[in-house]
């Protein structure tokens, strides 16, 4: 298999071994072992439900720091639309934008102008009838590896278009050469993120050969740093700096996307595990119909990302006051940025259980054969996340029959049995011992 760079960890010394992140993984990604979880790498999309549900803070996001500016000469702070939800007392985009230059940045560029454009291709193909129905939009990172792993049959569904964020690095970078005469490799193009699997794509070049992302930013330390600056920040140095209309800065919100696209027929599906079930009925032939489908795995859309800082109803509320006063101008993008993947997605099995496929089948036949002697209440008392999960365990090596309580409890009840009958029969041996004697 594949390696896969992960930005969801683990911090071992804080986890409490409660099962919380266990209950809550779509992928079922987390064991819970020797009081301790542990993410399976194979079945990680780096969704950071883990992350949300933990209220011991193990489970943490790899991101960059602002201190990585230092390593360029010039430096571009690329601004998810959710950015713009994250502050109480502004909703003006020109101050928050303007504030973010106190940071270290040079100079900024807006992802949602890179949204527009994957909006206006996204209709251009929606159109052709090129695409497979219901053609699934490739912008959440999580979504993809979702379908990579547990709906291979989907992956010719999704629209092969690179991320806002890659399109939006491409053009910064652009730009950035243009106005400060400086070699590409010179600036630095940073993402100020939501979410933790935008991390993972740009550090493990998902769909890309190379990302034009140096560097992946969590928005909530972004806000930790700017909450003085940005409502402080004097009128006089406010600059003008949005250009980005309201068809990409709606991205930020679930179904702003699907509204965008322009097609009659569209399903906007946010929460990992709502976009599960939705994928589950389209395999089942379901959904025919819709003509495209915004998946989006953070509640509520990027708002709810892990990552942020705002709760997600706040922020968009705010998203969608700020949008009130938008047009829907687009600047344009340099002619030669691809817009399709380098990459194709590709089928990564989480159940590959022996590269032999007889031996494969003898396992699956056990897995089976066990299971069906469990309770099949999914507890997760045993460390797995299911009685299904716990037969795979053990016949990979990972667990026991035992860790199952009541499996554990029938071997207790059959051991007490047992003694039962020893000292039953030890009260005997006394007395026909004697008898011998004599």
């Known amino acids: 298999m594949e390696t896969y760079w992960h930005s969801v960890t683990l911090d071992r010394d804080l986890c409490k071994g409660c099962t919380n992140c266990l209950k809550h993984c779509p992928t079922q990604a987390i064991r819970v072992q020797k009081g301790k979880a542990k993410i399976l790498k194979e079945r990680c999309i780096d969704c950071g439900e883990c992350i949300r549900v933990c209220p011991y803070h193990a489970k943490k996001a790899v991101a960059d720091s602002l201190e990585m500016l230092k390593e360029f000469k010039y430096n571009v702070a690329l601004v998810a639309p959710a950015f713009y939800g994250q502050f109480s007392k502004t909703e003006s985009v020109d101050v928050i934008l303007s504030a973010l230059l106190d940071l270290g940045f040079d100079d900024v560029f807006e992802v949602a102008r890179g949204a527009q454009v994957v909006t206006e291709k996204t209709k251009e193909l929606l159109a052709s009838g090129e695409l497979m129905k219901p053609a699934i939009s490739s912008a959440c990172p999580a979504v993809l590896r979702l379908i990579a792993i547990k709906f291979p049959n989907l992956i010719a569904n999704i629209v092969p278009l690179k991320s806002p964020m890659e399109i939006s690095a491409e053009q ?63 009128e006089e140095n406010v600059r003008e700096l949005r250009n980005a209309g309201k068809s990409g800065v709606i ?68 998203i969608q006051r700020i949008c009130k006063g938008l047009d829907d101008g687009m600047l344009p993008f340099d002619e030669t940025i691809k817009m399709f993947w380098d990459e194709s997605i590709v089928y990564r099995p989480i159940m590959n259980l022996d590269s032999d496929i007889n031996v494969a089948m003898q396992k699956m036949m056990k897995i089976e054969e066990i299971y069906e002697g469990f309770p099949k ?29 009541f499996k554990l409890r029938e071997k207790v009840s059959a051991l007490a049995h047992d003694m039962i009958e020893l000292e039953n029969l030890n009260m005997h041996l006394p007395q026909t011992n004697k008898q011998e004697g004599n």
């Open 377 to 405: 209440i999914d507890c997760g008392s045993c460390g797995s996340p299911s009685c299904r999960a716990l037969a795979e365990d053990i016949v990979r090596g990972y667990a026991r029959e035992t860790d199952c309580i």
């Open 172 to 234: 910064a970078r652009i730009e950035a050469v243009k106005k400060s005469g400086l070699k590409p490799e010179e600036i630095g193009v940073f993402f100020i993120s939501p979410c933790a699997a935008k991390a993972t794509f740009v550090k493990g070049n998902y769909t890309v050969k190379k990302s034009e992302v140096d560097g992946v930013i969590p928005i909530k330390s972004i806000c930790i740093k700017m909450s003085r600056s940005v409502n402080k920040i004097a």
């Open 251 to 318: 991205w930020a919100t679930s179904g702003g996307e699907a509204e965008s696209s322009g097609a009659e027929k569209v399903i906007a599906v946010d929460e990992i595990h709502n976009v599960i079930k939705l994928f589950e009925e389209i395999e089942d032939g379901k959904h025919g119909d819709i003509d495209y489908v915004e998946a989006l795995a953070c509640p509520g859309g990027c708002v709810g990302g892990p990552l942020t800082a705002e709760n997600s109803f706040s922020a968009r509320s705010k």
